[in-house]
């Protein structure tokens, strides 16, 4: 191992850097390790944040919608945790012994780690690597006679996200944004009938809660 990835484990905790190594993409960690570790001796801040990413199931447009908290340093790197879960209605329909065809609905969440890398920061503009490592669960429902919910089918699944971002701040507290990536899903069981890898896009207005809040408890001298 070399001398900065023994200074980086150090900074970090052996378990992080391993974490950090699988979820930055193959070939950039080697080149941003001296980076990281400089941004990682910055005092850490609290980051919360909304996260909107367009995609698709099959041919379908699909949406996904998830909430992030971890830590920032240096307003350059960050990491933590979010769970993100599908909110598209994507149906279907499926053949049940006794029922026939009945309409389906397709559900899925997952927990993921990720780590979001800004390597480009002039001014306004920014342009950041955000990538994420999720584990969870996906599954085709449908409503028996009684009106309930009954699981058809269900698999664990491992999604692999990476992508890019390009952002510009045009306020103190806001800025618009977009990027491209692609989502990489497989599963530990048998599927679901539908092809869940995908491209995934981001698109939206950022409002930075953080910097508003912080503003309010310590307004500047």
Known sequence: MHAQHLYLT???GPKLAVVLVVLLPFGAFGQLFDSIALFLQEEPRLIAKLDLRGSF???RGANFIGLKVGLEHAHR?????????????IDGEA????????????RMG???????????????WEIRLPVQLGFGTGSVRYKDPEGGST?????????YE????V????????????????RLVMHTRSGLGENLSAPIYLVGLRIFFGDIYRDLVKPEQ
């Open 10 to 12: 150090r900074l970090i």
């Open 167 to 182: 952002q510009y701040r045009f306020l103190k507290y806001m800025a618009v944004g977009g990027g491209w990536g692609f």
């Open 77 to 89: 790197f960050q990491y933590g945790v979010g769970y993100s879960f599908l909110m598209a209605e």
């Open 95 to 106: 053949e049940v012994d006794g029922l026939g065809s009945v309409p389906t609905r397709l």
């Open 110 to 124: 997952y927990v993921a780690p990720y780590v979001d890398y800004a390597f480009y920061k002039r001014g306004h």
């Open 162 to 165: 990476p992508a890019m971002t």
């Open 57 to 59: 199931v099959g041919n």
């Open 151 to 159: 699981v058809l089918k269900r698999t664990g699944l491992v999604i």
